[in-house]
């Protein structure tokens, strides 16, 4: 079965530090992969999703980059954190071609302060 | 629009007894997901419903597509304390998923 992974669970950050959340999917090859924000536990924003290795596609202007280093390796990052990036940000992932069905991981909680 | 408008936004109700939430668009949609997030974790797949006017039931809840495609509901029969958390729904669009705001359901015991 597949199973998704993301740490870490918690994270409180200083402002204008570095950032690297990671997500890791196992038991599946060449998923699309999704970095979404949630704001207050309200409706997710997406912010960055992936078809393939390499192949990142950006959803809003912001902060924050991604990247996708192996199949299953999906990375969120930032060179300075702003305020504004406090939130709860989850990793998705779906089968390859389908875009509708999505599995989350159990997101990381992250406090600028 | 491509927007999903989920009602009410919150709900708090004693354990046992009925209730219904509703998500609706001004657009068709050619599916629509619900997910149930518990507080701290990440939201967990209920259901797909792809054809106007189905039904699906898992357990106690009951999806229901609009015939129009363009809104669905959720029934909860005699809800329970576990059913706390927040009910989201989500469509396709521009080959994305396309959240609604959510409803925060509260079932005291």
């Known amino acids: 079965s597949q199973t998704i992974h993301q740490w870490p669970a918690t994270l409180v950050q200083p402002v204008g530090s570095p950032l690297s959340l990671e997500c890791t999917v196992e038991g599946t090859s060449n998923p699309n992969l999704y970095w979404y924000r949630q704001a207050a536990g309200r409706g997710l924003q997406l912010l960055f999703y992936?078809?393939?290795?390499?192949?990142i596609s950006s959803e809003v202007p912001q902060n924050l980059s991604a990247s996708r280093p192996q199949d299953r390796q999906f990375i969120l990052s930032s060179k300075k954190l702003l305020l504004s990036d406090s939130g709860f940000y989850l990793c998705?992932?779906?089968?390859?071609?389908?875009?509708?069905?999505?599995?989350f991981g159990p997101g990381t909680r992250l406090l600028v302060l | 629009t491509q927007l999903l408008e989920q009602s009410p936004q919150f709900l708090s109700i004693q354990e046992g007894e009925n209730l219904t939430v509703y998500c609706n668009s001004s657009?068709?949609?050619?599916?629509l997901q619900w997910y149930r997030q518990e507080p701290g974790e990440g939201p967990v797949l209920l259901v797909t419903v792809v054809t106007g006017g189905e039904v699906k039931k898992l357990k106690r809840l009951t999806f229901q597509f609009g015939d129009a495609r363009k809104d669905s509901s959720l029934h909860i029969t005699a809800a329970q304390p576990g059913d706390t958390g927040l009910y989201l729904c989500a469509r396709a669009g521009g080959g994305k998923l396309i959240f609604g705001q959510g409803t925060e359901l509260s079932v005291k015991p």
């Open positions: 998705a992932w779906s089968v390859s071609g389908n875009r509708e069905t999505q599995y």
């Open positions: 657009s068709v949609f050619s599916s």
């Open positions: 992936s078809v393939g290795i390499g192949q």
